[in-house]
């Protein structure tokens, strides 16, 4: 158990020095921008900088075009937030001018993990003048995360002042959550209305264990005000306020007189709330005709949407992992392990949580009540809003880090080494900091033609102004509904004036298109406007292949550049089911040592004979063969007759493998003026190159001309 530490306040500054040191290193390693809306919160930084005024939502109908200023679009759902947090950046921004010029990679795969991470072109940043404006807001994050901090330390002193070390814990494993230190190392009002809700909730933990007094209502009212003026999430707080006060009169207040209790909150807390946030609530109704402006805040971020259980169900997931570590646009993921040590962390503070209530140790429900109470509400208060328009963030819920950490914190201090769980959380950040960030953001190798792996096949083949130099090893195979990953090496041949497109097609079965990517090179994160002469880019590249996409199949792979002439064919990859289908039926017929035909049917119309095998492949064959389907004397030439190779050509026999069970379809047009009578239909496989028909078996017996009798079938049209 953790009870006792000499000297904790030094304690407590070390674990604030090595937040800011790791929040510090997030700022310096995440691209600016490369965080949810933080251009937007920029922007209505510099908006309000620049026009002097707060911006207006842009995009509602009814809103004059004369209230617009400069800036105000790009804001855009950001304008409609409350204003506290904006105008205290615009302060320290001043009058920058215009908003940064940048180029938007348009193929950005905003809350995907498998493609580009980057909404803007790393270099046009680069050479922005105006980026230490945005670090210099972002130092601003820094600093409320960890007053955010100091808070959760001192609301661990208040239950626990003979244990300090739970209230150590508690800070630590706020201070090293990979997702708060990427959060306050970036521009975001959620850093204002966590340290807000923070402040809130020390302040009614000391109302609670030393007494009201008209100075702590006053400060508390005008907490609540700040924190309405930050997020809209602040109104939940003010109830809740209200109900953990008006909770500790009716335990408590006797003394104190229910009357004088009603009106010393009312005017000292309640009046104060609203006479500093109540205006921005007058505006939003004048404006929008929404005193919240929550409905023009939906709209510009997408609108209204519907969400079944299944589609809630599986954010959740989102929810719960971005709480830990997400990172970019919702783009960027640790490996599961980091998931794992958190998840571990959570529960075993869970289960330490449960002995003590086991054991009936002394516990203040009252306080366990109030804090999971503002849990509780807010999180009703997300999923209402996460019901309305995308929302599956964690950091939604980081209002609540205090009370969470706090209950976290107690159960692991049940456990001897529960203190470990501060040094596990410590490693999971460094290893965030110093590995899955700056390795999302890596631009590709840069090499010669003397580094070109011996793996690499040349293909030195001239698209527009660029050259496909080689193509890395394609894989084996491939399955529906997976990522399809190989490398491609280029180089420019000429002037490039804008950003090519590189495009990667799959065709497969009967050439459907079955997985296309565009993308600029580098997944998005280097242009060949910015690629050095004489020099060849490894790029990494990978397609996915629809869900639906039939096999198995020879699936065909093609190279190009958008507008710039015809599509390169780089290499054939085999598809493949994620899982064969189980076959149990008798064997009807076996080729060679291991083509197995355990199913056929023939359907038949006025004009066709439909065919339709299934093969179970035992010992592959080896080499291509064909098929032969053929209706007529076997002595004669066919009637009709549907020879090639299996599945229409596009699955041939040396793609075979052992275990494998699929079905095949051919289908023989009859002749157009039909034919009496009634003629046998044989199937079987030949060589193409000599002509010699592979082996058949019935039985374990040799058949005559190594053709499978399937029936006998009329010719005639009808």
Partial sequence: MILHIHRPGYLAAAVLLLYGLLTIGYALVTPVFEAPDENHHFYTVQAIAVNGRLPVATTLPGVAATLLGVGDDLARQEAAQPPLYYLL?????????????????????LGQTTGNPNLYVPETRETAVWQTAVFRLRLVSVLLGG??????????????????????????????????NFLHAVISNDTLIILFSSLVIWQVLRLWLSGVSRKRLFLLGITLGAAMLSKTAGLLLLVWGTGAVGWWWWRHGEQYGRWPAVRDFILLTLLPAFLLAGWWFGRNWALYGDPTA???????????????????LRELVTVAQSAVAYFGWMTIKPPS?????????????????????????????????ILAGWVALLTAGWLQFLLRTPAEQGRLLFPAILPISLALAYGLSQWRYGWLAGIVALLTSCYALLVVIPAAYMPPPLITMADLPPTARLVQTPIGVLELVAVGPLPATAVPGERLEFTLYWRKTGNVSHPPTEVI??????????????????????????????????DDVSVYLEPTTSSPTEARLFVSILDAGTAVEIGRVKVIPAQWPETSTPVLAQWGDGILLTWAQVLTTTQTLEVQLQWHITQPPGQALTTFVHLGDPAAPPIAQADGP?????????????????????????????????????????????????????????????????????????
């Fill in 294 to 312: 929550t409905t023009v805040f939906i709209e510009l971020a997408g609108g209204e949407r519907t969400l079944t259980v299944r589609q809630l």
């Fill in 505 to 538: 097609t799959v065709l497969g079965h009967d050439l459907a298109l079955v997985g296309s990517h565009h993308t600029y090179h580098g997944n998005g994160l280097f242009p060949a406007t910015f690629w050095p002469d004489d020099t060849i880019i490894v």
């Fill in 89 to 109: 950046l615009a302060v320290l921004l001043g009058r920058s001018g215009e908003g940064p010029s940048l180029q938007i990679n348009p193929y950005a795969q």
């Fill in 646 to 718: 299996p599945r229409n050509g596009f699955y041939p026999t040396s793609f075979w493998a052992a275990g494998e069970v699929f079905t095949d379809t051919y289908t023989l047009a009859l002749p157009a003026g039909g034919v009496d009578g009634r003629y046998p239909l044989h199937i079987g496989f030949y060589d193409p190159a000599t002509g010699s028909r592979l082996p058949l078996y019935v039985n374990g017996q040799r058949q005559p001309n190594d053709a499978y009798w399937l029936g006998q079938f009329s010719a005639t049209s009808r």
């Fill in 147 to 180: 007053l955010t901090l100091a808070l959760i330390y001192q609301a661990g002193r208040l239950l626990w002042p003979l244990q300090p070390g739970r209230a150590l814990l508690a800070m630590s494993l706020v201070a090293f959550l990979p997702q708060f």
């Fill in 337 to 369: 392990f980091v998931y794992w040590l958190w998840g571990g962390i959570a529960l075993v503070g869970l289960g330490g949580t449960g002995t003590t209530v086991y054991r009936h140790d002394r516990i203040r429900w009252e306080l366990v009540g």
